[in-house]
């Protein structure tokens, strides 16, 4: 149930005093192979963390032997200066190890705008380096090192009968965190796949996942999911059978994130079904989850398919307006673009809420997950500077 | 000063019962000519409100006589029902003036969901027409019956020198309200113009002032802008001066709603300069105007720029992050993507906030207006039903 799960990975989680916490801050995951594949999917922001810069050069080649994170500062908008550091510190990673700078990723999270204090990064990296460990307890402490206002840490693991794993980590407070919590993923597998079959298995899961998950309607500077594989299982899967394993341990982190969204009061399920095509449910379920009156109102437990018809008008998506139903919890409230089944019936006591639009328009279908909108919310996102 | 203030126009405002308060809910105005050119715009939601999609084919042929109001219900997603109620409403309005009901505007605004009551509607109606007047106390009263849960009647009035009117008056607290709150707003003048003229100002004009404000992203079910001209001055003003006059009555009008945004507790306005184009300016403008942890932000009096610059990176306008500059009230927080002026020197106290973003990529500029991310705007779309 760790990012150390997979054989042929070490982890390692220490304190380095970038946190005011003085909590883990550093974490470092390195692949001791045989295999080096990997492959990783970086925000859509132009408006990139230097992490960010240097590691989409660093992956670009499909190959990574190792990956170091730290929480305490997420190394954005910092100028210059900031992506020397990024460089620094991917250099310590790589000397330690043997290997060039170019094989390590680096993920910074925390707040933007102030630099990382390098003396201690330094330290803490070397700190890391020397006390990597195979194990639960090293990746759990990994986990731990990545977490800024996460209430919990995060993990995954999928096993295969065939004798492989997939095992992960996770941080993040669904962007909802003071600071623009960045999410930071990182997957690991002892499976023997080459650098396609990461990339593909990768694109196509957070495609559906991550990509899917949208808290706030803000997106992040520094987000970053990578997957390594060590193959050190000597197991060869079918692609389909990797794909489907590296989809279920990133479904299960994004719940987990979705459930830690801070502020949150409810999780909401948005389905769209009847759609004309995937990216007409996607867009319809955006939009909806992007509607503060919806997400105000859920908060509310006002089941307010009003907001919701309201929401879907702003698309492009193929549907006729007066065709459109709408259920909360399983009560149609609306049914063909009017009124329909009483919404007293609908109880939104429950954490999960689950909405279900029908387009009428075609066969397509997609979910989009987000949370409801609170006075926790403001609060996190104004009562502190960042 | 008020939607009566031009000449050939009549107006009254009468308490219907269809508001619980008791106020004034029923507004009626009266274009009596010479002149029936007319021009409208409405909402680009596609899920529109039975009163829009009746006035939208009512003002298709730019000829309007009368256009009636009514707060205490949106008529919205109420089905076919709710359409035959809009029509016959036309229709009252139109025996009474012996006109055609294809030549009567309606809006209507309040809560989603629930039908008018058609019988107090009717004898509203019934009265309207009876108690029209010229003058600014009819005016007034036609503006006090389209407000909801604005907290003051908006009015304004351009009076050339040359011996013509525009005046107007306008509903909204900036989509902030409980149910989806619409902006309502019916210009009159008694220059002499025609349909062409009309069109091409109010067109011109609400470009730059009604489609720029953006309060919470929302986008709602029954906007509606109305110019009505009566030619009544005798006096047939140039295209330029005219349109200027109707652009001026809009920016005041929109300045209003801007500032009684129901929770806001500041004005935002974001000025972004150096875009290669005008729909740039304007995109990078609207992606910042809907960041709720920009506004959130506003709403802690924290100069976040790092958020300003995330927003502007989720768009597609032309600019490099290495040289975007952000100001904040004059002080210069962010240049070159990076760390500027101290965030210190900021003064969020006053309820006007000026954002400058200068894209450094040519010569355009637009200006979008907002509100902050506050608990009073959470507490007012999620404790009350809708």
Request: net charge negative; glycine share 12%.
């Amino acid at each position: 149930m760790s990012v150390s799960a997979a054989k042929g990975f070490r982890a390692a989680g220490v304190a380095a005093g970038l946190k005011a916490s003085g909590g883990l801050d550093v974490a470092l995951v390195v692949n001791d192979g045989p295999r080096d594949a990997a492959a990783a999917v970086y925000t859509a922001n132009r408006c990139k963390a230097n992490p960010v810069l240097w590691s989409e050069r660093a992956s670009g080649d499909g190959r990574v032997l190792a990956v170091v994170l730290n929480s305490g500062g997420a190394n954005c908008y910092t100028g210059p200066e900031g992506f020397v550091t990024t460089h620094r510190t991917a250099e310590q990673v790589a000397e330690g190890l043997g290997a060039s700078a170019l094989d390590v990723v680096v993920c910074s999270t925390g707040l933007i705008g102030p630099r990382l204090d390098e003396p201690l990064l330094r330290d803490g990296v070397g700190r890391a380096l020397g006390g990597l460990a195979a194990g639960p307890e090293a990746g759990l402490a990994a986990a731990q090192a990545i977490m800024t206002t996460d209430s919990r840490h995060k993990q995954a693991e999928v096993r295969s009968p065939d004798g492989w794993t997939v095992g992960g980590m996770a941080k993040g407070a669904g962007m909802l965190a003071p600071g623009l919590a960045t999410m930071l993923v990182v997957l690991t597998t002892d499976a023997d796949v080459d650098r396609a079959t990461c990339a593909a298995a990768l694109r196509a899961a957070t495609r559906v996942t991550f990509d899917r998950l949208d808290s706030d309607g803000c997106q992040s500077t520094n987000d970053t999911v990578l997957l390594m594989a060590s193959g050190a299982s000597g197991v060869a899967p079918d692609a389909a059978a990797f794909a489907g394993a590296v989809h279920r341990a990133c479904h299960d982190l994004t719940q987990q994130l979705l459930s830690d969204a801070e502020g949150a009061d409810h999780d909401i399920h948005i389905e769209v079904r009847g759609a004309a095509s995937e990216d007409d449910a996607v867009e319809v379920g955006r939009a909806v989850a992007r509607s503060n009156l919806f997400k105000a109102a859920i908060f509310g437990r006002d089941p307010n398919w009003g907001r919701i018809l309201a929401a879907v008008g702003t698309t492009r998506a193929a549907f006729e307006p007066d065709q459109l139903d709408v259920a909360v919890n399983g009560v149609w409230v609306c049914k063909a673009g009017g009124p329909g089944e009483p919404a007293d019936a609908v109880d939104l006591t429950p954490r999960r809420v689950d909405v279900t639009i029908d387009l009428k328009a075609g066969p397509a279908t997609a979910t989009v997950w987000t949370n409801d909108l609170t006075h926790a919310y403001v609060h996190e996102n104004s009562a502190y500077s960042s």
